[in-house]
């Protein structure tokens, strides 16, 4: 008989406890990150789930399990909730940028090494006009912040 257990690596689903001094923080899933920009801007619009859902003609359960980055949505799903708020794809990883650059690498890796000013979203503005169903998505200017 063996001495394998039943659970080979009972360690798998332990939290790594702190991370040693130096150490980089893990980078973030895209899931999460996506999902956590299509929240804020939802609740930041005062729209419910069910709204959003309906508009861009997505399951609420799906859209909700999205949202806290429990699914990873394909592209179609994700222009198509980003459509029902008003934003493009591009709008939507703007959203997003913050979280995926890490501070401490949002630095130049050129010669110069002179610090790069993290870009923030400032506002979205929707742009006047509905798109027609099947035209693409809804058009909004995006002001961008040091």
């Avoid at 859209?63 to 994700?78: D, F, M, N, P, T």
């Avoid at 939507?92 to 002179?114: G, I, M, N, Y």
């Amino acid at each position: 008989m063996s001495n394998h257990s039943a659970n080979p690596q009972p360690d798998a689903h332990r939290s790594p406890g702190p991370r040693p001094r130096g150490q980089a923080a893990k980078e973030p899933l895209w899931r999460q990150v996506v999902g956590g920009a299509l929240r804020g801007e939802r609740q930041a619009q005062g729209r419910t789930l069910k709204e959003v859902s309906e508009a861009a003609r997505i399951s609420m359960p799906y859209l909700s399990e999205v949202e806290r980055g429990r699914k990873e949505a394909s592209s179609e799903v994700l222009a198509a909730a980003a459509g029902a708020l008003g934003l493009s794809l591009a709008d939507l990883l703007a959203l997003t940028q913050r979280d995926l650059v890490p501070a401490d690498r949002r630095t130049r890796p050129e010669a110069s090494a002179a610090p790069v000013a993290p870009l923030r979203v400032a506002s979205v503005t929707r742009l006047p006009g509905r798109p027609q169903a099947g035209s693409g998505p809804a058009r909004a200017q995006v002001r961008l912040a040091a």
